[in-house]
């Protein structure tokens, strides 16, 4: 199991007391968050009390096609305790990681048949995951996966992002670069250990995979391994010290997301260490379910404005 799974397992509650939590709840509001390779979920009642959490397949028609994309819904949606009484559902947002806007109808033709008479919407990535990230100071959301991203926003609402190229971040190109690298010179067994990482990138494992052998091939006192989680701790880092000049407070909140970044605490330590000397006074956390919590956020939120501090302040208590 990798650490992105364990730090999810510390937010879920058993099958039976959620199921219960649930029965009590009243109108129930659903929060999904596709990174184009898992989607998370969770599901919470119109006052901000989240119920449930969980992660299941992709659910992005455009990358896996329609029938895959609504059976991944369909299987996910089944996990959640208690959706027998599914007409308890008033609404759900999904929030796509990719750069291209979803169409509503191709929504309605995702959900149709799963979702019924439930009012879903779709928002972009950045929005639901600085909604998704507690404190009303200025918050700064690091993303370290399949792709990496810089999102902040200040405490007037206004929001900045930077994105590495998908290209020079892809794990798989980085490790070609690194084995055609080092070909001549490391021993056959650091070799091997990489072809074996970028193979089962390749076979499309999960990135936990990856980080589990970077951080064993590290505790082995592998030079090629940590040099190469480093690159990437590197990678983030200077999105963040690029975003600095938008930074208007000594202490933002630096929310930690994505696969390779929690997943690797070689890369996680060394993330650390640098933001900190950046930002002395930061509040570093682990955000593993800002998107899909600001998902279920922007879903009660719809048409209920009014109450959007109580209902925030009620997500994170």
Avoid at 61 to 77: C, F, M, P, T
Avoid at 142 to 171: F, K, M, T
Wanted: charged residues 15%.
């Amino acid at each position: 199991m990798g650490e992105i799974d364990r730090i999810l397992d510390r937010f879920e509650l058993s099958s039976s007391a959620t199921a219960s939590a649930i029965h009590m709840a009243g109108r129930l509001f659903l929060g999904i968050a596709d990174n184009g390779h898992c989607a998370s979920f969770v599901v919470g009642n119109s006052s901000g009390r989240i119920l449930a959490t969980g992660m299941g397949g992709s659910v992005n028609h455009h990358y896996w096609g329609r029938e895959h994309a609504r059976a991944s819904l369909r299987h996910l949606v089944n996990q959640i305790p208690g959706w027998g009484r599914r007409s308890s559902l008033a609404g759900a947002c999904i929030t796509y990681k990719a750069d291209f806007t979803v169409g509503e109808w191709r929504v309605s033709d995702l959900v149709s048949g799963i979702l019924e008479e439930v009012q879903v919407k779709v928002e972009d990535f950045a929005t639901s995951s600085i909604l998704g990230m507690h404190g009303s100071q200025e918050r700064l959301l690091l993303v370290g996966g399949h792709s990496a991203q810089a999102i902040y926003e200040d405490s007037l609402g206004n929001q900045n992002q930077i994105r590495q190229d998908c290209l020079a971040w892809s794990p798989v190109m980085r490790l070609n670069e690194k084995i055609n690298g080092m070909e001549r010179l490391h021993p056959q067994r650091c070799m091997k250990d990489l072809q074996y990482m970028k193979a089962q990138i390749g076979l499309g494992k999960c990135l936990s995979t990856f980080t589990d052998v970077l951080d064993h091939l590290v505790s082995q006192g592998s030079l090629s391994a940590l040099e190469l989680a480093y690159d990437w701790a590197h990678d983030l880092v200077q999105m963040v010290i690029a975003m600095s000049s938008h930074v208007r407070t000594f202490n933002p909140v630096i929310g930690l997301y994505g696969q390779v970044l929690l997943g690797s605490q070689t890369i996680r330590s060394r993330v650390h260490h640098l933001l900190g000397l950046l930002f002395p006074r930061c509040r570093i956390i682990d955000s593993p379910l800002a998107p899909a919590t600001g998902a279920y956020l922007s879903a009660v939120l719809t048409g209920k404005s009014a109450h959007k501090h109580e209902v925030i302040t009620n997500a994170f208590a």
